[in-house]
């Protein structure tokens, strides 16, 4: 379709070549390519399918494996490294790294559990499964944060659409493993050892930051991702359903997979769309130089002052101290220095609330394998409850990045309000918990994965309009962090431990031993009652000290939070098109490293970032 836009001859193959390195260098290909990358990077939410393959290969008791499920929160959470790593470095080196932390991780706990090496040590097994999961937040840090980067004026929906995919993974993962591998489920260890290094290592050099002025489609465009994603969902979903009521075979798995594999490869196809859009504008511009004189006199007509150059504003600019000014942090929205923005009162409120609603709904999300199995549910349902809580988490976070963004654009309504109502809703997941009816784990499920989901978008997108986009790597990977803290306190000091204590009073009911090495099972409602009672009260606190921040934020929240990036997008725009070149040298805000803009008549500008800097708007 795009071959017959060119003309036959060599002069043909120069200009589709010429398309093709205009794609792949473009900033629509590099969102395709993190949409993939994030797409495979959430292999922490689908334990529950290999956790039990852990303790009973291992011989670990249900603390252990609680204790080993931490290990994998804080690793998957514990952005600090690759934060700081991005502020000094370009992306492709912190995806590399997360690339060979994601292979040596995972590949050392499936040499563990399928007996190819000595029985590890309960720390050695914690390490290898910290080191892995923590890759996923040098995937999020090396392909959302630089997407957040380059569309900061739709960053709710960056971060909706970003963030859902790594959700729908765990369901994505699945259906791939099932199609390699069958039903061996310490397989699906190995598929998450290689399958995201892999697609990590495939775009190293793609993901970067490219500055440009704000198109007029942009959001349209990420509106199309979005219903494509919504599809592959609504896809996994109806495959969840029918694989419930019948088994297939290898070959049934296989089709399944193949149309998941297109369904994920199709934003390719809007990707080529927009910018054959952009290209054959190029093109006309570059053999039309009338056209090209008069969009570079256009900004001299303009009755609005044209504003500084970026590299003005750069010089004027004096370095902050770094503990000079921690408790003197500027207004909200301007760019926060990383102590000032830990130190502030906005993110301790904001951190306590991520502890008590992340931590409680991830608690849900690591346990359901052990939940279902102590109410009495069959393997293939305990399945099928990931399966669930992988989907309604991507809705949760694309659903409610994309709302989120169309109520504060359209109506001014606060992201943490919003936030709020997420924190109530979820205690209804946990209650059909600790009081179970039959069927009520499905809906439980469906609850807990949709609230778990919901909150991230919310509290990434927070943090980045509170605190500003100057320190985000690091900032946004704090926030992060919050969900390992409240998993090591509900998950570990109270779901394991009351798991371990109804157990061991079970088996002291019936006369039974335990004997030394051996799993502690429990059976009954009674077995999680209390753990998610506690987790309930927990995630109302969570509600309650939400409200503060709403209440602190409200006004900021009224106001235009995003007119310094539409300021700045017109300064580059109206400086590119006064030039009248189709390239122009420009500088970051700071830092002083120059990158190329590459412009047209529409200001349409693609420019890549050769600094390795990501601190900057």
Known sequence: MVAAEFGGGGGGWRAMKSFAL????????????????????????????????????LGYDQTSLNLISFFKDTGGNLGIISGLINEISPPWVVLLVGAILNLFGYLMIWLSVTGHTAKPHLWQMCLYIFIGANSQSFANTGALVTCVMTFPESRGSVIGLLKGLVGLSGAIMTQLYHALYGDNSKALILLIAWVPAAVSFV?????????????????????????????????????????????????????????????????????MKVESKLWRRKEHLINDPVQVKVVAEKPQVLEQPVLPPIEAQSSERKPDSCFSNIFRPPDRGEDYTIL???????????????????????????????????????ARSISTFVSLVSIWNYLGRALTGFASEFFLVKYKFPRPLLLTFVLLFSCVGHLLIAFPVPYSLYFASVIIGFCFGAQWPLIFAIISEVFGLKYYSTLYNFGA????????????????????????????????????GKELICTGAHCYRMVFIIITAAALFGFLVSILLVLRTTKFYKGDIYKKFRKESEAAASEMASK???????????????????????????????NTNTNHH
């Open 22 to 57: 205009h794609v792949i260098l473009g900033r629509w290909f590099m969102v395709f390519a993190s949409l993939l990358i994030m797409s495979v990077s959430g292999s922490t939410y689908i334990f529950a399918v290999y956790s039990n393959d852990i303790k009973s290969s």
């Open 203 to 271: 775009f190293l050099r793609t993901v970067r930051i490219i500055k440009t002025a704000r198109q007029s489609n942009e959001l349209k465009v990420f509106y199309n991702f979005l219903y494509i994603s919504l599809g592959l969902a609504g896809f996994l979903m109806t495959l969840i359903i029918i694989q419930n009521k019948l088994r297939f075979n290898r070959i049934e798995y296989a089709g399944s997979a193949c149309v998941v594999v297109i369904l994920l490869f199709l934003p390719l196809v809007i990707v």
């Open 340 to 378: 000032q923005a830990l130190f502030s009162i906005d993110m301790l409120i904001l951190f306590i609330a991520t502890t008590c609603g992340v931590g409680g709904t991830l608690t849900a999300i690591d346990n359901l394998g052990q939940i279902g199995k102590s109410l009495g549910y069959p």
């Open 481 to 516: 962090f919050a969900s390992p803290v409240g998993n090591y306190i509900l998950n570990v000091r109270v779901a394991g431990s009351l798991y371990d204590k109804e157990a061991l009073k079970q088996m002291e009911a019936l006369g039974v031993k335990r004997e030394d």
């Open 580 to 610: 009248g070149n189709d390239i122009v040298p420009m500088r970051e805000r700071e830092g002083g490293a120059s990158f190329v803009a590459s412009t047209n008549a529409s200001s349409f500008s693609t420019t890549t970032n050769t």
